[in-house]
C-alpha cells in the first residue's frame, strides 16, 4: 500500500513527489513529446504518485483535490494500455456530469493527438441515443460518459465491452452523492474480470470503500490530502450549546467582519433556517441548493464572487466544485463527522498569500470530532469563547460592491468591454466612472452581471439605462433583495 500522507500543517510537503520530470516514467516517446508540447513540463503530485502504479497495470485509489491533474493521471495509463489497431472499446470512464464527461473527452484527445488515429466517445444523456449508437457501430477506442447513458448503451446492446482493459471511476465521490451507485455497479459488472480499475476521487466517503470492495482487485491506495500553509488558516473553535448555532454566526460575522464567507451547514434545512436568521438581522447572505435552476445558481455564484453578497451558506454537496478565490473566512455550523471533510471546507479559505479565518462552532456532544480533526490536522485545537465576541462591533456587515445586471448578454454578442466602456465613458449622462469602481463583469447566455461600487450603484443603473451597451438602449437592475 503505498500511502502517502501530506498534513496540513508543515513541514511534510506534496514536493517530494511533485516536480518529477514525465521521462521517468514508462511512456511512448510519442506521448512524452505531446505533453512537452502542451507545456507539461512536470509531473503534478498525483501524477507522480499514481502513474508508476496505474503504469503497471495495479487497480488504483487515488484521492487528490480538485485541479490537481487527475485526468492526465489516469488518461496517460488508458493511452498507454491501448492498441489503436484494434477498433473495440478498450476503455471506458465514467464521469458524474455531461460537463465532466466533455472536460475529459477534451484533455484525452489533447494527449492523445500524437497517437495514430484514436476514436474517443461522450456518451451522455440530454442526446438521442441513436446518432451515438450508429457511432459507436464504426468503432470508438476509448468512450467517456455518464452511468445513466452507458448502461443504456448496454441494455440495448449497443455498446461490447469484451475487449475493455481499462475502467475508470472519475470523481467517484460526486457520482456517489448523486446517487449512482446502483449504476456504477451494473455497469462494472458488465465489464471483463481480468480488466484494470482506476477509481479517482476529491474526497472518500464512506461509499467509496463499499465501491472499491466491490469492484476493484487489489487496490493501491494514493491519498494526497490538501496542503495548505498552516500559518495562513487561522482555525477557531467555538463551544455552544446546540440551539445557539445560528445566532452565533451572526456574532461570529459582526466580530470578525470578513468580506467574504462560506457557511457550511450539514443540512438543506440547516441552510434555510441559517438563511432566515442571517435576513432577519440584515445580512446579504444567499444560498446554493439543488433546488435552483442552473441560471439561478449562476447568479447566486456570480453575486458572491463579485463581493456583493457577504455570506453563501451551503451544504458540502452544493459547495462541489466552487472555486472562489478571495474567502476570508469558513464558518462550519456544526462541526462534520469526517475529519477530512473538515480539511476539505477549511482548504477554501486562506488561498494565495492572504489570510483566511476558518470558525467552527462545536455543540458540547460533537466535542470528539474536534479530537479527530486535531490528530489528523497533527495540531491542537485552539478554543474559543463566543462571550468574548458580544461587546464588538455591531453594525451591520455590509458587502462593498453591489451586482447589477443587464438583460442581454452572449446572445447579443455583448462583451465585458461593452459595459467597461459604457460605465468608465461619456455617455448616458452621469459622471464617467473609473476602472476602480468597477469591478468583476460576467457574460453570461442571456444577462451581463457587473459589479460596482456599493455607494456609486443607484449612478451606475442611471448610466447604464441612460447610454447604450453595444449601440443598444438595455434595461439594467441591481440584484438587492
Ligand atoms: P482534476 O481532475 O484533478 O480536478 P484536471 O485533470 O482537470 O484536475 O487538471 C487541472 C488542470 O491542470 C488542467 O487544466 C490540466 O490541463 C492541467 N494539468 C494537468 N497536469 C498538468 C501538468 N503535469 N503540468 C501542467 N498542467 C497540468
Ligand atoms: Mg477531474
Redesign the pocket.
Known amino acids: 500500500m503505498t500511502d502517502i500522507e501530506v498534513p496540513l500543517a508543515p513541514p511534510l510537503s506534496a514536493a517530494s513527489v511533485a516536480g518529477r520530470s514525465f521521462n521517468e516514467m514508462p511512456l511512448s516517446p510519442r506521448l512524452l513529446a505531446t505533453l512537452q508540447q502542451l507545456?507539461?513540463?512536470?509531473?503534478?503530485s498525483?501524477?507522480a504518485a499514481s502513474l508508476p502504479i496505474a503504469l503497471a497495470g495495479h487497480d488504483l485509489i487515488a484521492q487528490?483535490k480538485?485541479?490537481?491533474?487527475?485526468?492526465?493521471a489516469f488518461a496517460l495509463a488508458v493511452l498507454t494500455n491501448l492498441n489503436p489497431r484494434r477498433f473495440a472499446v478498450q476503455a471506458m470512464v465514467l464521469c458524474p456530469t455531461r460537463e465532466l464527461a466533455d472536460?475529459v473527452t477534451q484533455?484525452i484527445r489533447r494527449l492523445a493527438r500524437g497517437e495514430d488515429n484514436i476514436k474517443i466517445m461522450t456518451l451522455c444523456g440530454g442526446t438521442t441515443l441513436r446518432p451515438q449508437r450508429a457511432s459507436l457501430e464504426h468503432g470508438a477506442h476509448i468512450v467517456v460518459g455518464t452511468p445513466g447513458r452507458i448502461m443504456d448503451h448496454l441494455e440495448r446492446g449497443s455498446l461490447n465491452l469484451e475487449a475493455l482493459n481499462t475502467l475508470v471511476l472519475d470523481e467517484a465521490d460526486r457520482m456517489l452523492d448523486m446517487g449512482f451507485y446502483d449504476d456504477i455497479a451494473f455497469v462494472a459488472r458488465q465489464c471483463p474480470a481480468g480488466r484494470q480499475t482506476l477509481l479517482?476521487s476529491a474526497t472518500y466517503p464512506e461509499g467509496i470503500e463499499r465501491l472499491a470492495r466491490q469492484f476493484l482487485r487489489n487496490p493501491q491506495e494514493v491519498k494526497l490530502l490538501e496542503q495548505h500553509d498552516g500559518s495562513k488558516i487561522r482555525q477557531r473553535f467555538y463551544e455552544v450549546k446546540h440551539e445557539g448555532r445560528l445566532p452565533a454566526v451572526a456574532i461570529l460575522l459582526k466580530h470578525y467582519r470578513p468580506v467574504s464567507t462560506l457557511a457550511f451547514c450539514n443540512t438543506k434545512q440547516q441552510c434555510r433556517d441559517l438563511l432566515d436568521v442571517l435576513h432577519a438581522q440584515g445580512f446579504h447572505a444567499l444560498t446554493l441548493n439543488g433546488d435552483l435552476e442552473q441560471r439561478e445558481r449562476d447568479q447566486v455564484l456570480i453575486q458572491f464572487a463579485n463581493r456583493s453578497c457577504s455570506v453563501l451558506v451551503a451544504t458540502d454537496v452544493a459547495a462541489r466544485g466552487l472555486d472562489i478565490a478571495r474567502l476570508e473566512a469558513v464558518i462550519n455550523v456544526d462541526v462534520t463527522p469526517d475529519p477530512e471533510i473538515h480539511i476539505h471546507r477549511i482548504g477554501r479559505t486562506g488561498r494565495a498569500d492572504e489570510d483566511g479565518w476558518a470558525l467552527s462552532l462545536c455543540s458540547p456532544a460533537d466535542k470528539r470530532r474536534v479530537g479527530a480533526i486535531a490528530q489528523m490536522m497533527g495540531s491542537e485545537p485552539e478554543w474559543h469563547g463566543l462571550g468574548s465576541l458580544q461587546s464588538g462591533n455591531d453594525s451591520p456587515l455590509v458587502p462593498p460592491m453591489v451586482t447589477l445586471q443587464i438583460l442581454g448578454g452572449r446572445k447579443e454578442k455583448i462583451r465585458s468591454g461593452d459595459v467597461l466602456g459604457a460605465l468608465t465613458g461619456d455617455a448616458g449622462g452621469e459622471r464617467k466612472f473609473t476602472r476602480e469602481q468597477v469591478g468583476k463583469i460576467t457574460v453570461t447566455d442571456q444577462s451581463t452581471y457587473v459589479a460596482v461600487e456599493r455607494s456609486s450603484a443607484r449612478e451606475a443603473v442611471r448610466k447604464l439605462s441612460a447610454g447604450k451597451v453595444k449601440g443598444k438602449t438595455v434595461k439594467v437592475r441591481a440584484l438587492e433583495d
Open positions: 507545456d507539461y513540463l512536470t509531473m503534478t498525483i501524477q487528490a480538485t485541479g490537481s491533474g487527475k485526468t492526465a472536460q484533455e479517482f
